[in-house]
């Protein structure tokens, strides 16, 4: 139940604060509407904001996936191939070195205006936290179960699957977890350097007709989307995931 409570004070709290800062400083509603307004907006053009979240969604869904796969296919050819790693990790982190922004234009050249270029942009912002908190966790595995497994005569692939895979499943959730906080921040970044559909679209569009209301509406619906994926990941993980520890004892103690 405090689950739930808890973030719904802190957003009426924000809503509160949002609302005196209007008031107080009296600053024109072309800059900052007030909560009423962006509520209205969210109201009437409900259709036309559900059509671009749409999109949006799909986008960080479609970059979850993919971005979830290849960061954990990559963090096992760098855990079990040492030559892999000389040459891979290098360009990782040299791909983490060049801007989001950078990038951007170069998939909607090369991949089209469409969900492509976009699904593109959140693999790459989702690949790297995935593939680095895997791989560090199939590195720290306990190495006494790996000599217990080999005591018991465990092959390779069944010290993987019995032993390596469980003990840094803990870890490949964390970079999720991160993956899935940043996802949209990629598709949105696609969807302003060039797209026909989008949050992102959809706020640049309303700023330009100086629709501040819609443009604040479409931020919102992006902000509880974001909130609703992370908290939706992080409830998957925790059931998939039974013997990770949920609590500690400063938890305990709150």
């Known amino acids: 139940m405090m689950r739930v409570v808890r973030p719904a004070v802190t957003a009426a709290?924000?809503?509160?604060?949002?609302?005196?800062?209007?008031?107080?400083?009296?600053?024109?509603?072309?800059?900052?509407?007030?909560?009423?307004?962006v509520?209205?907006?969210?109201?009437?053009?409900?259709?036309?904001?559900g059509y671009h979240a749409l999109f949006t969604v799909s986008e960080i869904l479609?970059?979850?996936?993919?971005?979830?796969?290849?960061?954990?296919?990559?963090?096992?050819?760098?855990?079990?191939?040492?030559p892999a790693r000389r040459w891979l990790m290098p360009v990782l982190?040299?791909?983490?070195?060049?801007?989001?922004?950078a990038l951007a234009p170069l998939l909607v050249l090369w991949m089209g205006y469409g969900m492509a270029s976009k699904i593109a942009m959140a693999t790459l912002i989702i690949y790297f936290p995935v593939t680095s908190a895997f791989f560090d966790g199939l590195r720290r595995t306990e190495p006494g179960w790996l000599d217990l497994a080999q005591t018991m005569g465990g092959s390779r692939w069944s010290t993987l699957i019995h032993v390596r895979l469980p003990a840094a499943l803990p870890a490949f959730a964390s970079g999720l977890r991160v993956?899935?906080?940043?996802?949209?921040?990629g598709a949105v970044v696609g969807e302003w350097v060039g797209a026909s559909a989008g949050l992102g679209y959809l706020m640049l569009h309303a700023n330009g007709r100086m629709q501040v209301d819609l443009m604040f509406a479409a931020l919102l619906t992006l902000a509880v989307i974001s909130v609703t994926f992370y908290f939706a990941v992080d409830a998957l993980l925790r059931h998939a995931l039974p013997w990770q520890p949920t609590k500690n004892s400063n938890d305990e103690r709150d």
């Open 62 to 82: 479609g970059g979850l996936a993919l971005g979830g796969v290849l960061g954990a296919v990559t963090a096992l050819v760098l855990s079990y191939f040492r």
């Open 93 to 101: 982190v040299f791909s983490q070195a060049i801007p989001v922004f």
């Open 39 to 49: 509520a209205a907006a969210l109201y009437e053009r409900a259709g036309i904001i």
């Open 179 to 185: 993956a899935t906080a940043v996802a949209p921040i």
């Open 13 to 37: 709290v924000l809503v509160v604060a949002w609302q005196m800062l209007v008031w107080a400083t009296g600053v024109p509603r072309f800059i900052l509407p007030d909560p009423v307004r």
